[in-house]
């Protein structure tokens, strides 16, 4: 029986994969349909073609034989292409500079979203929120040196109401060091528990952990906490990796991941739940999606740069620098797609163990 959920983890890891890089073209299809340029081709997977159909404006939608991502033809994206003279005015390099950046930057945009809406999902779902009775005591912590037992209701420091885990936590913190007074709930009984905090980064640190309760958001509430948490990860990733750049994380710490590693990272999210499966889902999403503004060919990151030194020198980069930008751009992701199949094989991640 165990095989077969294993199997089931794997499909909807690489149905989960697939609807990331599906949603990423999808952007920037709608973008370029927007913006009046002629899309040749939006296909569902690689490979070879199943079938395939053409609407009035010449569009051919189809599926390949392995349905996993897709991707899409734009006219005049490929410099060598010879256009057809009627279609002259709605190939890419044809539009102006906001038509081509809002394209190239369609497919981030799309996973942002994409985000977003499944971080509403994964809170509708329900989240586990911390309250300020205590669950765990840390051994030879002030806590328990201070008498502190688990399934102590934190309701006060000092005289200060306390209502929920982030009151306890901020009004512990302001007493780096120094003896409090803090007010509990044990046996339906208040009770005064003197302890001398410890220190830590400046901070006071009692040493406990809180008990977590399953709670159920309002649709607006859901709204609002999708945005904030896409924005907080999103400011987490841009930081991480500017410390990558500057040296604060070591190199040693930071690995590429290959498609490998991201279905196995996936199916090990499944194995999790659903609602941690879909919180994966969006994070990839975002993760990809600003991994796709790195400025090497041919990511979007590139062809952002090369648009914007276009639209100042106003005329094409040379042909020739193009073949080097390109060879080098793509020299580089297959490299660290390697290296990240050699970790991937030999040094596995296991999200459960991070």
Do not use: C
Not at 10 to 36: C, Q, R
Not at 169 to 188: H, Q, W
Not at 290 to 297: D, H, R, T, W, Y
């Amino acid at each position: 029986m165990q095989f077969y959920i294993t199997i089931l983890q794997y499909i909807l890891a690489i149905v989960g994969l697939s609807l990331i890089v599906l949603v990423h073209e999808l952007g920037h299809f709608a973008m370029a349909k927007s913006s009046g340029i002629h899309v040749e081709e939006f296909f569902i997977g690689f490979g070879p073609r199943l079938f395939k159909f053409k609407d009035r404006r010449g569009t051919a939608y189809g599926i390949n034989a392995i349905p996993v991502g897709g991707y899409n033809k734009l006219l005049g994206m490929d410099r060598n292409e010879s256009i057809p003279p009627d279609l002259k005015d709605k190939s890419f390099h044809s539009k102006p500079f906001y038509k081509k950046l809002l394209v190239v930057i369609g497919g981030v945009g799309f996973n942002v979203v994409f985000a977003v809406i499944l971080m509403g999902v994964y809170l509708s779902m329900g989240i586990l929120a911390p309250t300020s009775t205590i669950d765990y005591i840390q051994p030879e912590s002030p806590a328990e040196t201070g008498s502190f037992e688990v399934g102590d209701e934190v309701v006060a420091l000092n005289g200060q109401k306390i209502e929920s885990w982030d009151d306890f936590s901020n009004l512990t913190k302001k007493y780096p060091a120094e003896e409090v007074t803090y007010t509990v709930i044990r046996d339906g009984e208040k009770i005064d528990l003197k302890v001398r905090l410890d220190e830590v980064e400046g901070q006071g640190f009692l040493g406990i952990s809180p008990r977590y309760i399953e709670e159920k958001l309002g649709f607006f509430e859901i709204v609002k906490e999708s945005f904030k948490l896409t924005w907080d990860i999103s400011v987490t990733y841009v930081k991480l990796f500017g410390m990558l750049f500057t040296g604060k994380i070591p190199l040693s710490e930071a690995r590429p991941v290959s498609p490998v590693g991201l279905v196995s990272i996936f199916q090990q999210s499944a194995s999790m739940g659903i609602q941690n499966f879909i919180f994966f889902i969006a994070l990839v999403s975002l993760i990809m999606g600003f991994g796709n503004l790195i400025p090497v060919f041919p990511l979007d990151g590139g062809n952002i740069i090369l648009i914007i030194i276009e639209t100042i020198r106003k005329k094409p980069v040379p042909a020739k620098v193009m073949e080097i930008l390109n060879f080098t751009g793509i020299a580089i992701l297959v490299f660290l797609l390697l290296i990240g199949l050699v970790f991937d094989i030999i040094n596995p991640f296991d999200i459960r163990n991070m």
